[in-house]
């Protein structure tokens, strides 16, 4: 079936390392985006995309890093973890412009000792 | 500086009622508002869109109104059932441009 789907779904790693959170989409929406999910904070955008190699920060960029070779694929690197970034990650993707609505994936629960 | 308020302390509500949540924003003027469901451990799911010129919208059980004056979107489901529990968003266009969350409510409908 068409959707979203995130990689891996849970994901236990130390301060420090490097993780890269993986997300494709197969509808071929033009935008795509990352937030993260905590408690007191709800979701909060990390980064999106409005094309294949067009990038742009969100609110919480920061300790991020993203890419976008292809339109089907959004991954997300933490390039050196830190406890403050345990979280819930949701990828998210939509067909015209940044808003209605957006389609989620289920979510990557990362956890950083 | 903005914000989007949601009722963060769970409702709880006998199955049959009707569920109102509430959505206040300050410092917005957007041109919607969504609703998302989120269920546990899985991504929202959007359920309904209003415009600012609309004041109402229904799909199925639910009602969603929009008052720009009050600046608040009540979310109603009628005839509610356990499988409608659920934590429930409203999000809108902030002045950046960027879909912006409020930070959900619980609703818990009891048989």
């Known amino acids: 079936d068409a959707g979203i789907t995130q990689s891996p779904r849970y994901k236990i790693t130390e301060t420090g390392r490097q993780v890269t959170l993986m997300c494709h989409q197969t509808?071929?929406?033009?935008?795509m985006f990352w937030y993260r999910q905590d408690l007191g904070h709800g979701l909060r955008l990390i980064y999106y995309?409005?094309?294949?190699?067009?990038?742009d920060k969100g609110e919480v960029p920061d300790g991020y890093v993203v890419s976008r070779s292809k339109t089907e694929n959004f991954p997300l690197t933490l390039e050196s973890a830190t406890r403050s970034q345990t979280s819930v990650y949701f990828c998210?993707?939509?067909?015209?412009?940044?808003?209605?609505?957006?389609?989620f994936g289920d979510g990557t629960r990362l956890s950083i000792l | 500086s903005q914000k989007i308020e949601q009722n963060s302390e769970a409702l709880n509500i006998q199955e049959g009622k009707t569920a109102t949540l509430t959505c206040n924003y300050t410092?917005?003027?957007?041109?919607?508002l969504q609703w998302y469901r989120q269920d546990p451990g899985r991504g929202p799911v959007f359920l309904l869109l209003?415009?600012?010129?609309?004041k109402e919208k229904r799909k199925e059980r639910l009602k969603v109104t929009f008052d720009t004056t009050l600046k608040q979107s009540l979310f109603h489901i009628t005839a509610s059932q356990p499988a409608d529990s659920a934590t429930y968003l409203c999000?809108?266009?902030?002045?950046?441009?960027?879909?912006?969350f409020g930070q959900g409510t619980t609703l818990q409908v009891k048989p």
């Open positions: 410092n917005y003027s957007p041109a919607y």
């Open positions: 998210a993707s939509s067909q015209t412009n940044q808003s209605p609505p957006q389609h």
């Open positions: 999000a809108l266009v902030g002045n950046t441009g960027k879909l912006i």
């Open positions: 509808w071929s929406h033009s935008y």
């Open positions: 995309s409005a094309a294949a190699d067009i990038t």
């Open positions: 209003i415009r600012e010129n609309e």
